[in-house]
């Protein structure tokens, strides 16, 4: 009991246990279980609640508890975007994370993804993200993401005029740890560019 207690947030555990012996599984395998899944009291503090995907997709042979840690990193990796809050993308990267198709001149690590998010809000303060579906199996998390907004900010030497900002990308994160390890992404950078009067 006092391992739950720990895991989840105050006056919780006592709740579960309950649950838990009404079901027949022993507070043991639920700590386990928890463990596995990778879900601390933290998980269950996050300031404002996970995006969730429109759509979710996913392998029926992963076990539960990788298929409930990989989606949570997930959608809190999605939920930076949506907010810009550093903290989730901390939370969601593992410290030595690797971008796979970075572009030029970002750096490697969560600080690279930071810096990012920062840049693009200076152009789109109001940038929005939706996870349009997810599809999760084996080691991989597969995010189609839409972003949208109003460019009122600067972009290099542009000042934005509140032009629509609404475009999509696909993100293809390798989870290991309980923590986005790799990412391979591409964005429709050609609608983006068009719309910030770039091109």
């Known amino acids: ?8 947030p105050a006056g919780r555990g006592v709740a579960v246990a309950r649950t838990l ?30 995006l969730k995907p429109a759509q979710l997709i996913v392998d029926s042979g992963l076990p539960p508890a990788t298929r409930v840690a990989n989606e949570y990193v997930a959608r809190q990796y999605a939920t930076f975007w949506n907010t810009g809050d550093d903290a ?7 410290e030595n994370f690797i971008d796979k198709t970075p572009p030029e001149g970002r750096r490697q690590g969560p ?9 693009f809000r200076q152009a789109v303060p109001d940038l929005r993200c939706d996870v349009e579906q997810m599809i999760v199996a084996g080691d991989r998390v ?17 000042q934005g005029k509140g032009q629509n900002i609404d475009f999509i990308a696909t993100d293809i994160y390798q989870i290991s740890g309980g923590k986005i390890a790799a990412n391979w992404h591409i964005e429709d950078n050609l609608t983006l560019m068009k719309q910030l009067g770039a091109q």
């Open 1 to 8: 009991m006092k391992l739950i207690d720990k895991m989840l």
């Open 21 to 50: 012996a009404r079901r027949g599984l022993t507070r043991r395998r639920c700590a386990t279980a928890l463990l596995l899944a990778g879900i601390s009291g933290s998980a269950f503090s996050a300031p404002q609640g996970l």
């Open 88 to 94: 989730l993308a901390r939370a969601a990267l593992a």
């Open 111 to 119: 600080e690279g993804a930071i810096l990012a998010s920062r840049a």
């Open 142 to 158: 597969v995010s189609h993401l839409h972003f949208h907004g109003h460019f009122t900010g600067t972009f290099g030497t542009r």
